[in-house]
C-alpha cells in the first residue's frame, strides 16, 4: 500500500526536543523531494521545510530556521525532522507530504506546554 | 513571502448547484519555465489534506471532473460544477513557485 506513516508526536516542555519520523511504503521513496506541513489547532496548513530526493537541498520556513532539521535515510525509506528549542506556537499537527500533495500522513500531534 | 486569499472564507450549497472559490496571490505563480504553481487541496472533516488541483487546472488522479481549477498570474478559481455531500470540508489553495511555499486562509463548504 502506498503510504506515509508519521510517529513522534508527543507533549514536550517549552525548549524542548522531538524528532518526527515519517515512513515511506508502496512508492520510490528515494526519487521524490518530501516536505513537512503543520496545522495548528483549529488553524489553517503552513508549510514548513522541504529536502530533495537525495538530501542535498534543503529549504525552511523563517520562524523554525535555526532550530528544526529535516533530513532523510533513502535506505531507511523514512523522513526525519528534528525539532529543537520548540515553543508555544510550534504546537500543530505535523504532515509530512511527497513532493506538493500527492501524498499526505495521517499526521503526527506535537503539544509544547508547560 | 507571496500572500494567497481567498474568498469567501466559508460558503454553503445546497447539493447539485455550483460553487466557487477565488484564490488571489499577490506575486505572479507563472514561472520561467512556463509553469504555473497553483494547487488546490481538501481537507475533509477529521482527515489530512488530499491534493485536488495541481499547476492551476490538472485533476489530481482520482478527483471527479466535477472539480475545475482556472486562472492565471495572481486570480485563480476552483469551480465545483455539482455540489455533492461528500464535498464539505475546507479548501485550500497554495503557491509553489516561491519559498516558503504558502496557503490560503482556507474556504470552508458545507452542505445546505
Known amino acids: 500500500e502506498v503510504q506515509l506513516l508519521e510517529s513522534g508526536g508527543g507533549l514536550v516542555q517549552p525548549g524542548g526536543s522531538l524528532r518526527l519520523s515519517c515512513a515511506a511504503s508502496?512508492?520510490?521513496?528515494?526519487?521524490?523531494?518530501m516536505h513537512w506541513v503543520r496545522q495548528a489547532p483549529g488553524k489553517g496548513l503552513v508549510w514548513v521545510s522541504r529536502?530533495?530526493?537525495?538530501?542535498?537541498?534543503?529549504s525552511y520556513v523563517d520562524s523554525v530556521k535555526g532550530r528544526f532539521s529535516i533530513s532523510r535515510d533513502n535506505a531507511k525509506n523514512t523522513l526525519y525532522l528534528q525539532m529543537n528549542g520548540l515553543r508555544g506556537e510550534d504546537t500543530a499537527v505535523y504532515y509530512c507530504?511527497?513532493?506538493?500533495?500527492?501524498?499526505w500522513g495521517q499526521g503526527t500531534m506535537v503539544i509544547v506546554s508547560s | 513571502d507571496i500572500v494567497m486569499t481567498q474568498t469567501p472564507l466559508s460558503l454553503s450549497v445546497t447539493p447539485g448547484q455550483p460553487a466557487s472559490i477565488s484564490c488571489k496571490s499577490t506575486?505572479?505563480?507563472?514561472?520561467?519555465?512556463?509553469?504555473?504553481?497553483l494547487y488546490w487541496y481538501l481537507q475533509k472533516p477529521g482527515q489530512s489534506p488530499q491534493l485536488l488541483i495541481y499547476?492551476?487546472?490538472s485533476r489530481f488522479s482520482g478527483v471527479p471532473d466535477r472539480f475545475s481549477g482556472s486562472g492565471s498570474g495572481t486570480d485563480f478559481t476552483l469551480k465545483i460544477s455539482r455540489v455533492e455531500a461528500d464535498d464539505v470540508g475546507v479548501y485550500y489553495c497554495?503557491?509553489?513557485?516561491?519559498?516558503?511555499?504558502?496557503f490560503g486562509q482556507g474556504t470552508k463548504l458545507e452542505i445546505q
Open positions: 529536502i530533495n530526493s537525495d538530501g542535498s537541498s534543503i
Open positions: 499547476e492551476v487546472s
Open positions: 506575486h505572479s505563480l507563472l514561472h520561467s519555465n512556463g509553469q504555473t504553481y
Open positions: 507530504i511527497r513532493e506538493l500533495g500527492t501524498l
Open positions: 508502496g512508492f520510490t521513496f528515494s526519487s521524490h523531494w
Open positions: 497554495m503557491q509553489g513557485i516561491n519559498l516558503p511555499y504558502t
